[in-house]
C-alpha cells in the first residue's frame, strides 16, 4: 500500500505537538500564565487552542467521527489525552486519499457554508500546528527554559527518515 505523501508531515505535526506537550508538563501554573506580546495568548491558553483546534479540524473532516473537545479548563495531561487519538485519525483521513481540489463544504451552525479544496484545508491543520508551536517555543524561550527540538529534521532524525553519511 502506498503511503500518501502527506503522512510525513502529518507524522511530524503530531510528534511536535506530542513534544511541546512533554516540555510543558514540568511548568508551574505560573509559568503556564506566562504571555508574550505577538502570541496567541497565555502558554496554557495557547497549548489548549493548539489541541482544540486539531480535534476541530479532525472533527471537521471526519463529519464528525472524531469528536470535538471543550478545552477551555483542560490540563496539560488532558490535553495530551486528548490528542493521542490524533495520529491514527490523520493517517484515515490521509488512507482515505482525498483529492486536494475537490471542495470541502463546511456547513455552520449558522446556516453559511465555508469552501475550501481538501489541499488547502489539510495545508492550514499542518501551518496552525507549526505557527502555534513556534509561539509556545518563544514563550519557553522568554522565561529561560530551552525549547524542545521540534524542528521537521529532528523528527527525521528521530524516525529514521533522515541521516548522515
Known amino acids: 500500500m502506498t503511503r500518501s505523501l502527506l503522512t510525513d508531515a502529518f ?5 511536535a505537538t506530542f513534544t511541546i506537550l512533554d516540555a510543558c508538563a514540568a ?4 509559568q503556564l500564565a506566562t504571555t508574550v506580546p505577538g502570541t496567541y495568548g497565555s502558554l496554557i491558553d495557547t497549548v489548549r487552542h493548539l489541541v482544540g483546534a486539531d480535534r476541530w479540524y479532525l472533527f471537521t473532516v471526519t463529519r464528525g467521527a472524531v469528536t470535538q473537545i471543550e478545552e477551555g479548563g483542560m490540563d496539560i495531561a488532558a490535553l495530551r489525552a486528548a490528542m493521542e487519538p490524533a495520529a491514527d485519525s490523520w493517517h484515515g483521513v490521509l ?11 463546511l456547513q455552520r451552525d449558522d446556516g453559511t457554508a465555508s469552501h475550501a479544496t481538501w489541499g488547502v484545508r489539510l495545508a492550514q491543520v499542518v501551518h496552525h500546528g507549526t505557527d502555534h508551536r513556534s509561539q509556545i517555543c518563544t514563550t519557553l524561550t522568554g522565561l529561560g527554559i530551552e525549547p524542545p527540538p521540534i524542528d521537521l529534521w529532528d523528527w527525521a532524525f528521530a524516525n529514521g527518515k533522515h541521516w548522515d553519511g
Do not use: G, K, M, Y
Open 95 to 105: 488512507a482515505s486519499n482525498p483529492d486536494p481540489d475537490e471542495d470541502f463544504v
Open 11 to 15: 507524522d511530524h505535526h503530531v510528534w
Open 27 to 30: 511548568l508551574t501554573e505560573e
